[in-house]
């Protein structure tokens, strides 16, 4: 979403961004800026019909509720805009969000993939529009037109689940409602392709009254009016989010400045698993096997079982901790069943510790990943577990 540079100031005002890292934070085209953490797996499947899910972050100062619909993004009062965030960046790939908007007069409801560069693709969400489903992207922040924007109509879409995609390639970006195509935007269309959105974005869900009294007025026709705070509350439901990136990796980095796909570096593989750097890039452990992780340091992973493993993780000397190894599953499809199934936490001073994990619940589990010290190592087991 891109308004009017008054309401993004005053959207940043609302949220001061503990999520962020935002684009405003560090443009990788005016200077050098952090690595972006990627998502190290092709697929994470995120179902908030069963609560919160620690992939994600929530807006300073914003509340998201979690019931059998999914997560409630609800304004009750002006001010309120909930909002969350991937921790992690995909390059290329697909989202699938199941969702409801809200409704209202000045209420939008958003999808918004974005970059720290920003580039950016949205679906965006306003019931009194006669076409309530706006599809837009923005290449490298250039906004010296608002011409993109396409609506589309669906029905329902505040009391009716549908699934709205991005499917994104280096060659073009598909929206899709419900399965169905709706926009192409091809690489040579968007500026001659300069300002395609090409760079590792992070997808971020908010539901914003754009129309409040404080907004300019450009802002306040956009979002259909001023809202009637009398409606409230105007809440957003999102059930499900399907996650695939194309190109899985432990961070992206910009090598240059031209904010160009063909610049960004993808960098794999646990190369900043462990401070010391010595900890090997990734392990392959069978069941019940025993692998070496650091110098001193190993994760045994023992009683792997259709409904269940369970992982110890040993750390001895001064000089290396594995500190908290918390342990994920997976289904063969590579989708995920079950996360944060383990957790140990080994004190790195001492150089004797030790601790076990609990045991795991996961449903056919082919493979397990285990978070050291927060970065990934991948495990992956001998066995097909069925
Ligand atoms: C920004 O986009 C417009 C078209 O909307 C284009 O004419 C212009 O060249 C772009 N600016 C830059 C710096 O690429
Ligand atoms: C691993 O150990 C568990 C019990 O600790 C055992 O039930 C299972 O069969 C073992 N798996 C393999 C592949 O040896
Ligand atoms: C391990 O997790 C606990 C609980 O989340 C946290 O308090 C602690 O700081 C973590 N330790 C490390 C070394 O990350």
Redesign the pocket.
């Known amino acids: 979403m891109r308004f009017s540079s008054n309401t993004a100031a005053f959207l940043a005002a609302v949220l001061p961004l503990a999520l962020a890292q935002t684009s405003t934070d560090c443009n990788p085209l005016e200077k050098t800026c952090p690595k972006d953490t990627g998502l190290n797996e092709g697929t994470l499947i995120t179902d908030f019909t069963k609560g919160e899910s620690k992939s994600w972050s929530t807006a300073a100062y914003t509340t998201i509720n979690y019931d059998d619909q999914g997560a409630n993004f609800v304004i009750s009062k002006t001010g309120q805009a909930p909002t969350i965030q991937t921790d992690f960046y995909i390059f290329f790939g697909r989202v699938d969000i199941k969702m409801k908007c809200a409704t209202g007069a000045g209420i939008v409801s958003s999808i918004v993939l974005e970059s720290d560069d920003l580039d950016e693709i949205d679906f965006e969400f306003v019931t009194t529009w006669p076409s309530p489903v706006e599809t837009n992207y923005f290449g490298k922040g250039n906004t010296t037109a608002y011409d993109r924007a396409i609506y589309y109509p669906a029905s329902n879409p505040d009391t009716t689940f549908h699934t709205y995609s991005v499917d994104w390639t280096s060659e073009r970006i598909n929206w899709l409602v419900d399965g169905t195509v709706v926009r192409t935007l091809n690489y040579g269309d968007a500026n001659g392709g300069k300002d395609f959105p090409q760079t590792p974005m992070r997808l971020k869900m908010g539901n914003w009254a754009a129309g409040a009294a404080s907004e300019p007025e450009g802002t306040v026709e956009w979002a259909g009016g001023h809202v009637n705070w009398a409606e409230a509350p105007f809440t957003m439901v999102v059930a499900s989010v399907d996650i695939t990136n194309a190109n899985p990796a432990d961070s992206y980095e910009y090598s240059d400045e031209t904010g160009s796909w063909q610049s960004i570096k993808v960098i794999k593989d646990g190369s900043n698993a462990d401070p010391s750097g010595s900890v090997p890039a990734s392990v392959t452990a ?3 096997s025993t692998n070496t992780v650091g110098p001193t340091s190993s994760i045994s992973v ?4 259709p409904t269940g493993a ?1 992982v110890t993780t040993t750390s001895q000397g001064a000089s290396y901790s594995m500190n908290n190894a918390s342990v994920s599953a997976q289904n063969p499809s590579g989708s995920m069943t079950s996360s944060v199934v383990a957790t140990t936490e080994v004190p790195g001073s001492n150089p004797t510790s030790s601790a076990s994990s609990s045991s795991t619940k996961s449903n056919g589990a082919s493979s397990l990943s285990v978070m050291v010290g927060g970065s990934l190592l991948s495990i992956a087991l ?2 097909l577990l069925i």
């Open positions: 069978s069941a019940n023992t009683a792997v079982m369970a001998g066995a």
